[in-house]
């Protein structure tokens, strides 16, 4: 089945820096990888998703990359706010999702 | 809007109890639905997925059940309860394109 390391566990920016999380994937039938942030005791959110046939893809402040041949994708956020504070998880899709272990963001003002 | 229910959203039971969760979705026909688990401070694991009403496939053996009574309604089961059983458990639904998927409020459960 699919495996998917994360990292770093934790990240810790000042407000304004950019940041970013790395994924790898293990099974190269996975097509489909979105991101999700999950706030204290609250529901994982869909941020942003990418699939195989695209290497790039963005919104405002978050972007995602995906090297296909090297079978890692990542996250970044750019000019980070005190809200963008949270948990985020990637996840990798063959037949079903398959999430990493989460990276803590901590902004701070 | 395509609106994800789950009850209870806190659950505190002793070792050795039965447990039902259920989540319901609004405003899609036939979606694929899905349990997780998470445990405090880990990561996501798929529990039970449906794509269907009485379709269910188990991704970890376990001592929990799923059952798709309605093509809106997924629940979760167990007859007794574990101490590993604690966690927060997520109902999640397919989107518009199959890969994509939501997940409803959760329901915290903790075992004693």
């Known amino acids: 089945g699919e495996n998917v390391e994360q990292h770093p566990s934790t990240l810790s920016v000042q407000e304004g820096d950019s940041a970013v999380i790395k994924c790898t994937y293990s099974?190269?039938?996975?097509?489909?990888f979105p991101w999700y942030k999950q706030e204290l005791g609250k529901r994982p959110q869909l941020i942003i998703d990418?699939?195989?046939?695209?290497g790039e893809k963005k919104d405002q402040r978050i972007a995602v990359t995906l090297n296909k041949t090297a079978k890692h994708f990542s996250l970044h956020i750019t000019e980070t706010q005190p809200e963008d504070s949270a948990v985020y998880f990637c996840a990798a899709m063959d037949s079903t999702l398959t999430f990493g272990k989460g990276t803590m963001l901590l902004v701070s003002p | 809007s395509q609106t994800i229910h789950q009850w209870p959203a806190t659950l505190v039971q002793p070792v050795g109890s039965p447990l039902s969760l259920e989540c319901t979705v609004e405003g899609t026909s036939n979606p694929n639905l899905y349990w997780y688990r998470q445990a405090a401070g880990r990561g996501l694991q798929l529990l039970f997925y449906?794509?269907?009403?009485?379709?269910i496939s188990s991704e970890v053996p376990q001592n929990l059940s799923a059952s798709r009574p309605q093509d809106r309604q997924f629940i979760l089961s167990s007859k007794k309860l574990l101490l590993s059983d604690s966690g927060f458990y997520l109902c999640?639904?397919?989107?518009?394109?199959?890969?994509?998927?939501?997940f409803g409020p959760g329901t915290r459960l903790t075992v004693l």
């Open positions: 099974d190269s039938a996975s097509n489909y």
């Open positions: 999640a639904r397919g989107g518009a394109s199959t890969d994509t998927q939501y």
């Open positions: 990418i699939r195989s046939n695209v």
């Open positions: 449906s794509v269907g009403i009485g379709q």
